[in-house]
């Protein structure tokens, strides 16, 4: 079969055209939606995130909302003839420049040029820099000079998955935003209305497999869909085959087994998986992943597979034989019970980190351009409290952070070595309880924000060995699991 020479990528086609169709970025949006509204636009804005979460449809949006000539409650109307000029790329006041092709000297040099004239027909001319850390130091200095001064009609729409390797002096010009990956089951469900549309029929647990293997990223989501769309069908088998993983029902037989020490099952599993040429090392990815899902949702029992789960994950690599590697580690994992073997090597790192003082004028300064206060330490405090007694690890998620509280919005931000941490707290489950938790120490709440400033946008399963074994392990099994079952 051939396709249409026009054919457009599912993620092409599917991108939101309106702040409202935006996925999983609630709070940017009605955030930018209120600002257009009011018409308290600013003149810099810098969109901060992984790739596939929707910075570059959330600049574009922006840029026919500042400029519509009859928008709707801070809403493009996408019909008017600003819109439409934009729309189709003929606009002169819409500049898209990306920071990644031949690094901006010269674009930029053009821009210090033209910003001094009014727009053409707009009433902001609008630069779009895409991957703007990846411009040069010299195109940085052009582009800060602007930024000094303004002009009033200039609205500048920074993007980047590298937030830390954009100037400091950029950034506290800018009003940031960090884009959060998509949850989960957001996703599944752009996938779920997509496939309707387009015809195609997409059984829920591939939605559910497609949406857990994108990692957060809606358009990596829509190009799997886009792989396996043209024969009218997905299963959870196609997905499983085109991305080469384990089954989540196999996944989740080899943990029981691991829990129930039955190293026959367990063995059993990796003997097919490696007769079927499976690449074991991803399976243990999965599993180790699949641990973290389900220690999340209660399960202590599991926490000291998981340690061993991702250990073995970083063995596999050097082992000379990888599935008798494995298969040795089963049998010694499901032998006499292997808690407090190794134990924490360094005391916890919870608490290591204390909220420092409202900027004292020394040091470095931190890039946090908004105007925001240190909450009252007794309410964060006092909530930290409330969440260590109900459920642990959430607490040991958020002790090591800094939060800022302003305008109703609670800014929860992790340092950058805490990157499982933040992972961890933005699980839908998790992340719907401490906001709930939160209503109940901070008023009026809109929202709570979290913020990562590391630099990775998926940080490693070992930093989540290392805190699971360090942070949780004692005081959960501590908790009526004497682990001598
Ligand atoms: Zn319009």
Not at 63 to 91: F, K, M, V, W, Y
């Given at each position: 079969?051939?396709?249409?020479?026009?054919?457009?990528?599912?993620?092409?086609?599917?991108?939101?055209?309106?702040?409202?169709?935006?996925?999983?970025?609630?709070?940017?949006?009605?955030?930018?939606?209120?600002?257009?509204?009011?018409?308290?636009?600013g003149h810099a804005y810098l969109l901060s995130?992984?790739?596939?979460?929707?910075k570059?449809?959330?600049a574009?949006?922006?840029?026919?909302?500042?400029?519509?000539?009859?928008?709707?409650?801070?809403?493009?109307?996408?019909?008017?003839?600003?819109?439409?000029?934009?729309?189709?790329?003929?606009?002169?006041?819409?500049v898209e420049i990306d920071g990644a092709s031949n690094r901006g000297v010269d674009q930029i040099r053009r821009l210090r040029e033209e910003v001094a004239y009014?727009?053409?027909?707009?009433?902001y001319k609008v630069y779009i820099i895409d991957e703007v850390h990846m411009l040069t130091g010299e195109a940085f200095n052009a582009l800060l000079k602007t930024l000094e001064e303004p002009p009033p009609h200039v609205l500048f729409i920074f993007a980047t998955t590298e937030p830390h390797k954009v100037p400091a002096t950029v950034i506290s010009r800018c009003q940031a935003?960090?884009?959060?990956?998509?949850?989960?089951?957001?996703?599944?469900?752009?996938?779920?209305?997509?496939?309707?549309?387009?015809?195609?029929?997409?059984?829920?647990?591939?939605?559910?497999?497609?949406?857990?293997?994108?990692?957060?990223?809606?358009?990596?989501?829509?190009?799997?869909?886009?792989?396996?769309?043209?024969?009218?069908?997905?299963?959870?088998?196609?997905?499983?085959?085109?991305?080469?993983?384990?089954?989540?029902?196999?996944?989740?037989?080899?943990?029981?087994?691991?829990?129930?020490?039955?190293?026959?099952?367990?063995?059993?599993?990796?003997?097919?998986?490696?007769?079927?040429?499976?690449?074991?090392?991803?399976?243990?990815?999965?599993?180790?992943?699949?641990?973290?899902?389900?220690?999340?949702?209660?399960?202590?029992?599991?926490?000291?597979?998981?340690?061993?789960?991702?250990?073995?994950?970083?063995?596999?690599?050097?082992?000379?034989?990888?599935?008798?590697?494995?298969?040795?580690?089963?049998?010694?994992?499901?032998?006499?019970?292997?808690?407090?073997?190794?134990?924490?090597?360094?005391?916890?790192?919870?608490?290591?980190?204390?909220?420092?003082?409202?900027?004292?004028?020394?040091?470095e300064p931190r890039a946090t351009p908004?105007?925001?206060?240190?909450?009252?330490?007794?309410?964060?405090?006092?909530?930290?409290?409330?969440?260590?007694?109900?459920?642990?690890?959430?607490?040991?998620?958020?002790?090591?952070?800094?939060?800022?509280?302003?305008?109703?919005?609670?800014?929860?931000?992790?340092?950058?070595?805490?990157?499982?941490?933040?992972?961890?707290?933005?699980?839908?489950?998790?992340?719907?309880?401490?906001?709930?938790?939160?209503?109940?120490?901070?008023?009026?709440?809109?929202?709570?924000?979290?913020?990562?400033?590391?630099a990775?946008?998926?940080?490693?399963?070992?930093?989540?060995?290392?805190?699971?074994?360090?942070?949780?392990?004692?005081?959960?099994?501590?908790?009526?699991?004497?682990?001598?079952?």
């Open positions: 079969m051939t396709e249409p020479t026009d054919h457009l990528s599912l993620y092409r086609r599917y991108r939101p055209q309106r702040f409202g169709e935006v996925v999983g970025q609630d709070l940017i949006v009605a955030t930018l939606r209120r600002a257009v509204a009011g018409g308290r636009l995130g992984q790739r596939g979460v929707g570059t449809s959330v574009r949006i922006l840029s026919r909302a500042a400029n519509c000539l009859s928008p709707e409650d801070g809403e493009p109307c996408n019909r008017c003839e600003s819109c439409q000029r934009i729309l189709q790329g003929l606009s002169l006041d819409v009014v727009p053409a027909g707009s009433r935003f960090e884009f959060q990956p998509i949850a989960e089951d957001a996703i599944a469900r752009v996938l779920v209305t997509v496939a309707q549309t387009e015809g195609i029929a997409l059984a829920p647990p591939a939605a559910e497999l497609i949406a857990r293997r994108s990692r957060g990223a809606l358009r990596d989501a829509l190009v799997v869909l886009d792989q396996l769309g043209h024969a009218g069908e997905v299963t959870e088998e196609a997905v499983v085959d085109l991305l080469g993983l384990p089954p989540l029902a196999l996944v989740d037989g080899f943990l029981d087994a691991l829990v129930g020490r039955d190293a026959d099952q367990a063995l059993a599993i990796v003997a097919d998986l490696s007769t079927r040429g499976r690449d074991l090392a991803l399976f243990l990815e999965e599993a180790a992943s699949r641990a973290r899902d389900r220690i999340i949702a209660g399960e202590s029992a599991l926490i000291p597979v998981a340690q061993r789960l991702i250990e073995l994950r970083g063995e596999l690599g050097r082992a000379f034989s990888r599935r008798l590697h494995l298969e040795v580690a089963i049998v010694a994992l499901c032998g006499p019970l292997r808690t407090g073997a190794g134990g924490p090597r360094s005391p916890g790192p919870a608490r290591e980190a204390e909220l420092p003082p409202p900027s004292t004028g020394d040091g908004q105007e925001a206060m240190p909450p009252r330490p007794e309410a964060w405090e006092a909530m930290l409290q409330a969440i260590l007694e109900e459920r642990v690890a959430v607490a040991a998620f958020l002790s090591p952070a800094e939060v800022m509280w302003a305008d109703g919005l609670l800014t929860v931000r992790l340092p950058p070595d805490c990157g499982y941490h933040y992972e961890s707290l933005l699980e839908p489950a998790v992340r719907g309880y401490v906001e709930a938790t939160a209503h109940k120490f901070f008023a009026p709440l809109l929202a709570v924000q979290f913020v990562w400033a590391g990775h946008p998926k940080p490693s399963l070992e930093e989540g060995a290392r805190i699971l074994a360090e942070a949780l392990e004692g005081r959960i099994l501590g908790e009526g699991d004497d682990g001598s079952k």
